[in-house]
């Protein structure tokens, strides 16, 4: 058979171990019995994936389990792979073991290299190293092509298996249902040596695709319908992006999974629920290809845990697909988009989805996690590691009228700011951690004019309004003046009016300086004010394009009890404005993260050439929970 390169035999941690004790969970400990009662102590590798002679060969396996991730490429892994992904190659990492990545690509189909490649890269990104070695070729089931013929034929020779002729309509109905057993084939009783040479003929494409198919010779009257006789190969004549046209016969999913399980010395095979009606297939499959000596011994196991369900959010391929092939979404990687690379566009952090996994943890029965749980923990993350920033979204000139006056005609004053201002190196704690150099602060300057957002300046204020309004006159005749606010990093400012356009819009805010308030020198803190608000300079602002985004859906279960999820699509789910930015933020690299101070978290995307050459933020998340609300 065909085998992909031999790989080290030393396990890998991959990705972040942590120190912290995980939360125990079904599968820990199942695993940590399997360790203690030597379960797989026994097991041999033969430095890559083969059948039981190959491994008897090998040394004992120094990886102590074997998990595995095994996406079929055809689409893009979502928010749900994550989950596996995680929890896969987290147990692998946590317990000494090594996780496989391996492309589950036996139906030729629908697949394509296309989402190899990006299902790689989003491994990669997440944090996980794969089969044991940095850069190692993830493996593929059609490599196991060769092996799984065997087995057929040996299945067939042992009385296991057997060519139907029967229509899909005929097996359909003899198959039975759940209050009635199904029955038998009239071809079941055939000779292995005449089943064996009609499964060649099959391979050797003498008959039309679906005419028939080998089935696996169980029980016609099982309780359990996935044991009445299972097909295992059909006939399909499809281009197979690994292995060409080599093939016209495909083995079935059912047939191919234990298999593929089997060659790679998996010990623990996780999956998700729609497949514990599949176990005992998984269990007949391995009991007879270890009989016949043709499979390693002990065998992997099947467990199943709970898919992942998140409100508002759709984690089907095949339903996602539709919505880029539909074009209600810019494509597999639109910001909106639950896959991983949309995630990633949209400023999520491999760390904040490690987390998520952790925190939502593993169970055995279905349930929906609310989306704010992701948002929490991406704002966890961020926290002490996005750089600070000013950005006013909704821009209103305002200028202080006496600034010449005090400052000096188009004087412009530097300022400074943290950029971490809550992390270790922070102005306001100790030491930063040994070998990391403290962010460099970030420099702006303030003049006469600067921006600040419209909702910061009221004309009448409602009660309570801490930020600029003007002078007025009270119910008792008394003057009330106008307020006094910071300009965050900036001097202290005392509103005095605003200027109107011809259509009565607030065309301007305006101002006056107090003098000797800049923040962080010396008696700046000695005028008293309720509240500082963010602005940018005039004289150095950047504009820039900001994508503010919400949830796709407006229903929190759009596609549950086959609801049509195109229908609670968010018509307003992309809003895109001119945002005036700081100066630190004009060379903001694709896919660095910001707080832009009182608005959230947004990240860097790339320049989009065709409507402009302005810097690109992408709105990640809120700085509270707005889902709720
Ligand atoms: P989809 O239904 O989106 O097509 P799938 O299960 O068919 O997903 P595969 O590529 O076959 O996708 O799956 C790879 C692995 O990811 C499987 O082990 C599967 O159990 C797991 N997985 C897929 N969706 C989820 C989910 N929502 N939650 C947890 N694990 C998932
Ligand atoms: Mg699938």
């Known amino acids: 058979m065909s085998l992909p390169t031999p790989t080290q035999n030393k396990p890998l941690a991959s ?51 074997r998990t595995r991730f095994p996406p079929e490429p055809n689409g ?78 040996y299945l067939i020779e042992a009385g296991h298996a057997y060519v139907d002729e029967q229509t899909a309509e005929q097996m359909r109905v003899n198959r039975g249902d759940f209050g009635k057993p199904g029955i038998n084939s009239p071809y079941r009783s055939r000779t292995p040596a005449d089943n064996l040479a009609r499964f060649r003929q099959m391979r050797d494409g003498l008959y039309e695709d679906g005419a028939m198919v080998l089935r696996a010779k169980i029980d016609m009257a099982s309780p359990n319908i996935n044991l009445r006789d299972p097909a295992i190969y059909r006939i399909r004549r499809a281009t197979h992006h690994n292995t060409g046209d080599k093939w016209c016969i495909y083995p079935m999913y059912t047939y191919a999974h234990p298999i593929e ?31 016949g000596g043709l499979l390693a011994s002990p065998p992997p196991r099947q467990y199943e845990f709970a ?105 412009l004053e530097p300022c400074s ?22 962010p460099p602060a970030r420099q702006f300057t303030i003049g006469k004019e600067v921006w600040i957002d419209r909702e910061d300046f009221e004309e ?35 509103c005095t009016g605003c200027s109107k356009d011809a259509n009565g819009h607030i065309a301007q805010v305006l101002a006056t300086v107090v003098p000797d308030t800049k923040s962080g020198t010396p008696g700046s803190e000695t005028v008293k004010v309720k509240a500082a608000i963010t602005w940018v300079g005039v004289a150095d602002g950047v504009n820039a394009e900001v994508r503010l985004y919400d949830r796709l859906f407006l229903d929190a279960q759009p596609d549950a009890g086959g609801k049509d999820f195109i229908e609670s699509l968010n018509p307003n789910s992309l809003k895109v404005i001119t945002a005036i930015v ?34 690109v933020f992408n709105l990640a998340v809120g700085l509270k929970d707005s889902w709720g609300k």
């Not at 700011?417 to 990391?436: D, F, I, K, R, V």
């Not at 050439?609 to 302005?614: D, I, L, M, P, R």
């Open 460 to 494: 009448v204020p409602p009660k309570g309004y801490k930020r600029l309004f003007p002078p007025s006159i009270d119910g008792n005749g008394n003057a009330v003046p106008g307020n006094k606010v910071r300009l965050k990093g900036g001097y202290v400012i005392e």
């Open 307 to 411: 898919r992942l369900n998140l409100t508002y959010v759709i984690t089907r391929k095949r339903k996602l697909a539709l919505l880029v092939y539909d074009h209600k979404v810019s494509g597999w990687d639109d910001p909106r988009m639950p896959t991983i690379v949309g995630l990633r566009r949209r400023g999520y952090t491999p760390a904040a989805l490690q987390l998520f996994a952790e925190r939502i943890g593993v169970t055995k029965s279905d349930s929906w996690i609310d989306y704010s749980t992701l948002e929490g923990c991406l704002r966890e993350d961020l926290e002490l590691k996005a750089h600070r920033g000013m950005a006013v979204l909704n821009p209103v000139k305002l200028v202080m009228t006496n600034w010449d006056e005090v400052m000096g005609a188009g004087h």
């Open 582 to 615: 700081e100066p630190s933020l004009a060379n903001a690299l694709p896919g660095q993260n910001f707080q832009f101070e009182r608005h959230g978290y947004f990240v860097a995307d790339r320049v989009d050439h065709v409507t402009g050459s302005k810097p």
């Open 15 to 65: 990705a972040v171990a942590t120190d912290v004790v995980k939360p125990s969970n079904f599968l820990r400990q199942i695993i940590e019995s399997d360790l203690a009662n030597g379960t797989y102590a026994s097991r041999k590798w033969g430095g890559s994936p083969g059948d039981a002679a190959h491994h008897a060969k090998g040394q004992p396996d120094p990886a102590k389990i």
């Open 261 to 291: 399980d089997a060659l790679e010395q998996i010990t623990h095979s996780i999956c998700t629920l729609e497949f514990e009606d599949q176990r005992p297939f998984y269990d007949w499959l391995m009991a007879r290809l270890i009989e």
């Open 417 to 438: 700011q943290p950029a971490l201002p809550h992390a270790p190196h922070g102005a306001s704690s100790g030491a930063a951690p040994e070998g990391t150099e403290p």
């Open 76 to 153: 893009y892994l979502h928010i749900g792979h994550a989950k596996s992904i995680c929890l896969n190659f987290g147990l692998a990492r946590d317990y000494g073991g090594v996780c496989h990545l391996r492309f589950d690509d036996t139906n030729p189909e629908k697949e394509d290299t296309e989402y190899v490649n990006s299902i790689i890269d989003s491994v990669k990104w997440l944090g996980f190293e794969w089969n044991g070695a940095p850069d190692a070729a993830p493996y593929q089931a059609s490599d196991y092509f060769d092996f799984m013929y065997r087995a057929a034929e």
